[in-house]
């Protein structure tokens, strides 16, 4: 059954809204609040059910396990260097936007927001000097612009890859 166009831009421009507050917000306090990664997690979760209803455990459950291996990686990043590297946000964003996209697009979603991070921590060395690479980068704008690439291909190209 094809998701009524109204619907999509609806959420789409839902999901816009939210991840513009998420990357404001976090450049700004480097800080993402908890109410927004709970409002991008509950808008994902609310078109899930609209759309297909019967995928939102699995989509819950996906969310978790994001969860779970990011949490992983800011705990282990942690042990190895003595410092945090991924913020508790960043993990939660993660997870929330697993609510969005399918569980296959995960890696195109975290390969576009860390090489948009490698490219914006590029040209602030360009413009500043080395000194930028030691500078902490709020990485929820770019967990942002991952997640709006990734579900622009699935919702608008059609790249879903069968999974959900």
Known sequence: MATHPS??????????????????ADFRRQIIPDRLNLALAVLGLGYQMAT???????????????????????????????????GLGDV??????????????????????????LLFVGGQV??????????????GPFIAIGLGCSWALEQFAGLNMGLL
Not at 64 to 85: E, N
């Open 126 to 139: 360009l413009a500043t000097g080395p000194a930028a690479v030691r500078a902490r980068v709020a990485f």
């Open 92 to 117: 939660k964003m993660l997870a929330a936007a697993a609510c969005w996209i399918s569980p296959l697009l995960l890696p195109v979603l975290l390969f576009i927001a860390s090489a948009s991070a």
């Open 7 to 24: 619907l999509v831009l609806a959420a789409t421009v839902a999901l816009a809204a939210v991840l513009a507050a998420i990357s404001i």
């Open 52 to 86: 297909e209803a019967d995928g939102v455990p699995l989509r819950l459950l996906f969310a978790v396990a994001t969860f779970a291996a990011a949490w992983l990686i800011r705990r282990g990043h942690f042990l190895m260097t003595g410092r945090i590297g991924l």
